[in-house]
């Protein structure tokens, strides 16, 4: 089954302590993207990445990095995590870069809690 | 137009009735404008990519139109349903960089039976 898979799918964890959220997916899709979303601002872009090796900051970028050195994964990382990046956050692809003029596809999200 | 922007915020409708929401985004090296249909405790799911002034696209009962020169893009449900009831977003990936993708905040859309 085509899909984007991400894990955990709830994290609780306290500040400042490093965690991954892995995401990954099986369709060969050049894009993918990270996106959190908050009540009241709507899905905002952490980071995309356009192809393997290739990423770049999208609109939320402060206190994350990602990394795509395999084209089906694209793992986020906290390295210390803060209250405030408490929220629901989703990764995404799409078959080709260039203009994003492909739909995306979206994972089932990863709800993440800092104490 | 800095950003993009959803009007109404939400819209109560009853079921057969016809409505429409609006997205207007910042017109300027426009490149595609996406829209995704998200129901509660799931995940967003693409309806359409548009990509050219004037473009129509349909699904089903559900309808789209852009116009770059202007900045806006209009989805139409014609018969709404319950099981329309989603918030429904739409996404600029317009701007300075390939890549980039700006959602506005969405419109909730509840249709009672």
């Not at chain 2, 696209?57 to 893009?73: C, D, F, M, P, Q």
């Amino acid at each position: 089954e085509a899909q984007v898979t991400q894990n955990p799918r709830y994290l609780i964890t306290v500040t400042g302590k490093k965690l991954t959220v892995t995401c990954s997916q099986n369709m060969n899709h050049e894009y993918m993207s990270w996106y959190r979303q908050d009540p009241g601002l709507g899905l905002r872009q952490i980071y995309y990445s356009m192809n393997v090796e290739v990423t770049d900051k999208g609109d939320v970028p402060e206190g994350y990095k990602v990394s795509r050195k395999e084209k089906r994964n694209f793992p986020l990382i906290l390295e210390s995590p803060s209250p405030n990046q408490t929220s629901l956050y989703f990764c995404a692809s799409s078959l080709r870069s260039g203009t994003n003029s492909y739909e995306q596809y979206f994972g089932p999200g990863t709800r993440l809690t800092v104490t | 137009i800095l950003n993009v922007e959803q009007s109404p915020q939400s819209l109560h409708v009853q079921e057969g009735d016809s409505t429409n929401f609006t997205c207007s985004f910042p017109s300027s090296n426009f490149y595609a404008l996406h829209w995704y249909r998200w129901e509660t405790a799931k995940s967003p799911e693409a309806l359409f990519v548009m990509t050219l002034n004037g473009d129509e696209k349909k699904k089903g009962r559900i309808s789209a139109t852009l116009n770059t020169k202007e900045g806006y893009s209009y989805l139409y449900i014609k018969g709404s349903q319950p099981e329309d009831s989603a918030t429904y977003l739409c996404a600029d990936a317009g701007g300075t960089s390939y890549g980039k993708l700006t959602f506005g905040q969405g419109t909730i859309l509840t249709v009672h039976p």
